[in-house]
């Protein structure tokens, strides 16, 4: 059983940035690659990053490519988003979960954080 808290959200203009932490509670988080999912209001959940166990691949959804930036630290039991360069489109409730494998696949991720809402004005 792994336990996510996810926090870091918040308001911020367009343009602004965020970094978001998830910290996962157990002895097993470096055994996990981790991913990053969005959901906006009457819109499905969708993938937005994700991160091997050990941190050598990255895997990014086109649409934050060059603006978001996935990380971990395994010592820590956190992985981070680092959100630049905010659109308004990028508002959504923010969801790490874990999977035994990199992948962008929803159904392939076990356990999930709570959500922390990213706000982005125009």
């Known amino acids: 059983q792994v336990q996510l808290v996810a926090s870091g959200g918040g308001l911020v203009q367009a343009g602004g940035s965020l970094r978001l932490s998830c910290t996962a509670s157990?002895?097993?988080?470096?055994?996990?690659?981790m991913g990053w999912f969005r959901q906006a209001p009457g819109k499905e959940r969708e993938f937005v990053v994700g991160i091997s166990a050990g941190g050598g691949l990255k895997y990014y959804d086109d649409s934050v490519k060059g603006r978001f930036t996935i990380s971990r630290d395994n010592a820590k039991n956190t992985v981070y988003l680092q959100l630049n360069s905010l659109k308004p489109e990028d508002t959504a409730v923010y969801y790490c979960a874990t999977s035994r494998t990199p992948t962008k696949r929803r159904d392939e991720y076990d356990y999930w954080g709570q959500g922390t809402q990213v706000t982005v004005s125009s």
């Open positions: 157990g002895s097993t988080f470096e055994s996990y690659a």
